[in-house]
């Protein structure tokens, strides 16, 4: 006892920085009760790499030599074998039932729970983790004392008991391997190659001399030129950080200051590799003022930004990152921080060497050694393997775990790093319990809290006991309800439940790709909502678990509001004239919104408040507006990166029917809603054309305005000014362009049609007492005599089409208007305004057929200047034809957009808030990879002038 007495006192006195004074006397006077105290130390089964344990033999002897009886449970993969726990005095036995308390490392199977007994291990519950949730049940429904090593602190809250150093070491090990492979597969031979995994090595002073060893190429000038400087940023300053910055500094190395990293990065020397460990307050601002408050911090994260993908890492060549992320902290890189950060464009000082290949990016690795998915790192929503420790993650979210080779950053993180160095992580972790082990071995878990007299370090770390939660987590039922919550709008399909749920408002032309896209995620519940019942239904029966819903929008918006607020996003396909409405309920009720429209003056209005509310409306994704808008910018960028300007850009876009199904007076067909088609031929229309704003008013006027277009020389093809385009000037960044024109594309023919049906007086979408539903029934004959101002339809048919013909001042237009059955005796559904009785009858005659398709053309002319002085003219080009048996080209071009949106929201690609456009980088670049994995291509020509 004197022994274990004088041992103790030492151990005391190594660990009185982080052990109170209070539990040292307090220890001691446990002393005298140890003698017949049972313990053990199960097996480690959930990984087959898992070859640590809670206690080394070193530790064992001390405890036996006390009096205590240690059992160990057989074990051939642990890494101190099992006759090193024998000669400590263990007990080799495999019913552990008769300890009272059981010490393991990670979590322990459901199955194997003892009743009534203490049991220490990372439970990897404090967090509500869902996938252990079942486990806290099983503990709380077995009586069991659960001392979790996480929450064993000290009065400052600092951890005492961790592996935190050895995952350090053993992740820094890791991805200088894994930077190895890496630069070789992008043509880099370097010193890092004669680095292994770290469980390759004996122990970690094996693997630091590889590291020495590399490190003296490395000063020697082994790097080549051609990678530039390499510099390796640290998160935080625990245990972690430290013991990643121990084997870090084998290297030839050089620390500067988070501010010197951009220069570091730039001009730095290749003989040695720059470090930079970056603390709260280097990344930490408060939202309103940028001022770091650590103390409030603590408090309120929530109030706070982290500006370390924008100041940090944009410079860092590898990043390990060590520090423990809360929920409602700041993450240290979003999904979107990635898109940017990942992309070749956003780091011109990488070196260009002849002969040598260029590094896609700056950054080429990072290291989670916090392996918290979704957490600080939010791109990394899952963990990698010691058998698979490395993957690949580009900015199009793509993960390769194959490869070395391809874009993109090479990630390890591994949530069990600690075992691959597990002699020494056990001694580590051993040594820092052991202080505690007095403590904790009083606990009977059949007795009350209250009959124990446990430090306030242990006292803490008791996530349960007698059945319950203690006080200090009983928040983790709280925040499983939160989780179920938040997981309210999930709806069920086949019996298995999911996670995100979209609501489709509209089922008409374009919906059924939205459905189908979305459909392809079992995680995501659909709900299909039309005023039409037998649409809502049709695309249910189509695709199996789809709710339909009845709705109309304006007569009952308590049931709009009821099934927006169980959506995580909406899309809506309505006319965009009630995308206000829509768009209020979604910032009601906290739920993000995508349309495929024009973001109108009503919605534009509603930014400041759906910014307040955290919600997303991501407008104009579709085709037009839409993908005409991805492929200039795309474009535009590759221009700019080649040092050229915009000097002029002209597009043109149609949704028309295929050449084959065109034989009719419009030369079109109508793949949406035909009010829309004919009520944008009134519109009034702005553009620049060599510098000078050309208007065209309201009313008609627009038709006046038709173009001859032969850019595809095999269609017939014209086009007029559509809405604004004076807008893209600024909206597009191509301040220099004279000419910027947007423009709707048809077949040569439908303005002549258009513009007799407008003389006629048929496309005003003012009421009509002729048309009013409850009026007498009349004849389309009988309208059109009505709107030549004849006083009766008895007129013969040659005077009729005389007067027409002076109406529309040409015989053409009246075969046209005869042509479309404008001048029969079939009655008119009369629906108040001409426009919408017009709009009825077209949308019946002049419907696609069951074997007939459509056709999407869209076209940019853009005007380049190059640095040379040359100029170019540049067309991009997308023909889309539809598939009579599937989806119209229509329905593909803006479906999909619009599904794609929806998916990138919902997986957290998109965060910015309140009004959005397609405009940026992180989002049309991969909406454009994602359509074209569709089959929706574009092809470029060029013609230098």
Known sequence: MRILQQNFLSRSRQFSSILPTCAISSNFRLLSSLKGKIIAIRREDQSVWERRASLAPTNVRRLVRSGVKVIIQPSNRRAYPVQSYLSAGAVLQEDISSASVIFGVKQVPVDQLIPNKTYCFFSHTIKAQEGNMPLLDAILEKNIRLIDYEKLTDDNGQRIVAFGKYAGVAGMVNILH???????????????????????????????????????????????????????VFTGSGNVSQGAQEVFQ????????????????????????????????????????????????DQHPERYISTFSKKIAPYASIIINGIYWAVDSPKLMTIPDAKYLLRPANTPWLPISVGAPALPHRMLAICDISADPGGSIEFMNECTTIDTPFCLYDADRNKDTKSFKGPGVLVCSIDNMPTQLPREATDFFGDLLFPHLLDIMQSDAKKSLEEHNFSSAVSGAIIASNGKLTSNFEY??????????????????????????????????????????????????????????????????????????????????????DVVSSADVVVSLLPYSLHHVIAKTCIETKTHLVTASYMNDDVKALHNQAESAGVTILNEVGLDPGIDHLLALECFEGVRQGGGKIESFVSWCGGLPAPECSDNPLRYKFSWSPRGVLLNTLSSAKYFHEGQIVEITGGGDLMSAVQDLDFLPGFALEGFPNRDSTNYRDLYGIQNAETILRGTLRFKGFTETIQALQFLGLIDPNPNPILHPNGPEITWRSLICNFLGLPNENIFYENLKRKLIERVNSEERVKAIEDLGLLEEDLVLKLNTPLDTLSHYLSNKLKFEHNERDLVILRHDIGIRWPDGKRELRGVNMVIYGDPKGHSAMARTVGFPAAIAVKMILDGEIQQRGNVLPFTPDIYRPLLSRLRAEGLESFETSKWL
């Open 178 to 232: 894994g930077l190895g492979l890496r630069l070789l597969a992008l043509g880099h031979h370097t010193p890092f190659m004669h680095i292994g995994p770290a469980h390759n090595y004996r122990d970690s002073s094996m693997a630091r001399q590889s590291i020495r060893d590399a490190g003296y190429e490395v000063a020697l000038g082994a790097l080549p030129k051609s990678i530039g400087p390499l510099t390796v």
């Open 476 to 561: 983790i039922q709280e925040l499983r309800q939160l989780n179920l919550k938040s997981r309210h709008k999930a709806c069920i399909d086949n019996g298995s439940e999911q996670s995100k749920k979209v609501v489709v408002l509209g089922a008409g032309y374009v919906s059924a790709p939205v459905v189908e896209y979305l459909h392809r995620d079992k995680n995501v519940g659909i709900v299909v909502c039309s005023q039409l019942k037998d649409e809502a239904d049709a695309l249910a029966n189509k695709y199996p678990g789809v709710e339909p819903i009845f709705l109309n929008v304006l007569e009952r918006p308590d049931t709009l509001v």
């Open 250 to 297: 084998e290297l030839p190395h050089e620390y500067v200051a988070p501010e010197a990293l951009r220069k570091v990065a730039e001009h730095g020397d290749t003989n040695k590799i720059y470090a930079c460990q970056v603390r709260r307050r280097h990344h930490l601002e408060r939202k309103e003022d940028g001022v770091f408050d650590p103390e409030e911090y």
